[in-house]
């Protein structure tokens, strides 16, 4: 899948403080009906956005004009349950290049990695520090520095490392992909199989 | 020789090489598709240029999508009617073999793999389904991927994937009466909860375990996903190859023999080492029922819904978020409450056993006049077993209705969903929010206990009954 490199982001961060945030909230299953990759953003968080008529709820976070950016930060085990990878493209659809969480459902992040969308893994504390910092000033700006696995709070400068799979980094900084690595592999393939 | 755990046997037999500072190269060896994960992978292949590179390991069969009545007539909804017809333009494109609709090999395609013998212990099996865990009953490193990887698979049979953790579940003794595979999974999670298997693989080990029948096993296997693992599975043994054994795609003849023996040196080596290790005890199990939205929150039948005593932060109020969207409230017995639709069926409790098990406790009974209920077999296959030892007549003397196979109110993508508000005893996988229908209320249980509360009308302990 085609995705834009990633290098490093500085931007405002959405938050949404609840845990185990499953993959039928980001994308119900109802929504998973077309045969192309295109418009899932507009049905990201669908049942949280929006009520039975179609109008926005007001107090969700994606529906607060205050908050804005293309940092979003989840509570624990964010993306649990199913497979589906339109969860991942709902994310990137609606234009968030960075999910932030103290956990991540395994399947989930593999989707995430293959879209272009960066996990970052901070401890709980830090988690709590981030939401804090967007409560006190719905404007802070986040720096996510991939080349330095560095996630940075800018107003005070406190920092977290996080963890990425060298191959998945160097993937995510040249806007790769493992189908084509794969396809180049034909050879190996065809030697293992005998 | 090192030893080796039964996940690293497999794993490591099939590794076509490592990527340095990356993930290994996995070559696999049977892939499911099904309609709703597979249309995007087929277009990024052909925007590559790219073909299947071995379509006869691949398997095709639309499930998540499929009316359960009517299913010979065209699908009335255009969206999921394209989705199906995509799967079956595409299939035939790349020579991938199809199981349609009203065809005998149809159905939930985690029911239809076992039960053709195209599963078989020593695999690797992907499906762009987090419940192909379900295939780790036979001893198979069987888990979900994203649609990238099924894309993956089609173009080189190989994904990518980093090496799990390993986790050892041990459940020793003897389950108590009315206690299923169902109430042993939702147990684990109950404890470990829906992330205390991230990172891991788990194998389930101990005499509790090894009594399962095989479609017990595959119950388990299926909700191994629910804890956040990667998959679940069971070592192969007597009860594994006489399941296989005779089945469409098994081996036969001098190849079986080979097979047998094979599949036989499959299991953990004395001394070899896991991450994490847990030990249960069947006896302390009872008939569970979830009370929240996600299924770790489960408890056993007769108990009351836990207080937030302790909790805090985060934690507190995705805990009292998840009671106002059920409806209930802390310290509430589960026993006695009403409940409207009960769904029999899914790729967790939709196979033969689980609608004898239905059918036996409904025998005589009659269907409470609250409750709607949906009885779905998962496959071609498993409706006509139902028919042929007559359960059909049970059923419908006590009031309930059999459908056609798909995976129907497990995920409300076809027109099986449940009302707003209303709450559904499932036989199914997950209560998340919505699930079964925007803002439905999914109490998950075994079938006994689905079949309790269908007689009765409210959250009953089958082993009232038993």
Redesign the interface.
Known sequence: MSYDKFITLTSTAVPLPIENIDTDQIIPARFLKAVERKGFGDNLFRDWRYDKSNQPIADFPLNQAKYSGKILVGGKNFGSGSSREHAAWAIYDYGFRVVVSSFFADIFQGNALNNGILPVVVSPEFLEKIFATIDADNNAQFEVDLQNQKFTIKATGESADFTINPYKKHCLTHGLDDIDYLISMKEEIAAFEK | MEAKTLFDKIWDSHV??E?????S?L?IDRHFIHE??S??AF??LEK?G?KV?RPEKTVATPD??VPTINQHLSIK?E??R??VE?LKKNCANHGIVYHGLGTEGHGVVHIIGPEMGITQPGMTIVC???H?STHGAFGAIAF??????V??VL????????K?KKMLITVNGQLSKGVTAKDIALYIISKI???GG??HFIEYAGSAITSLSMEARMTLCNLSIES?A?GGMIAPDETTIEYVKGRQFAPKGQDWDKAVAYWKSLKTDEGAVFDTELVYDAADIEPMITYGT?PGMGIGVSQSIPTSDGLA???K??YE?ALKYMGYSEGEKMVGKQIDYVFVGSCTNGRIEDFRAFAAFVKGKKKADNVTAWIVPGSQAVEKQIRAEGLVEILEAAGFELRQPGCSAC???NDDKIP?GKYSVSTSN?N????QG??ARTLLASPLTAAAAAVKGVITDPREFL
Do not use: W
Not at chain 2, 144 to 149: A, V
Not at chain 2, 432 to 435: K, M, S
């Open positions: 076509v090489k990527v340095e500072g990356g993930p190269v070559y709703v994960t249309p995007v277009l990024g590559r790219a590179l998540h999508n909804d969206l999921s394209n989705q995509m762009g389904d987090s192909t979900g991927i994203g649609t990238s990887e894309e993956m173009a080189s049979q190989c994904i990518m994937q980093p799990p909860s829906t992330s991230t990172g956040g990667r996600n932060g985060t934690d109020t995705t978020k995920l409300a993508m707003e997950r998340f929010e919505g699930r925007p803002g």
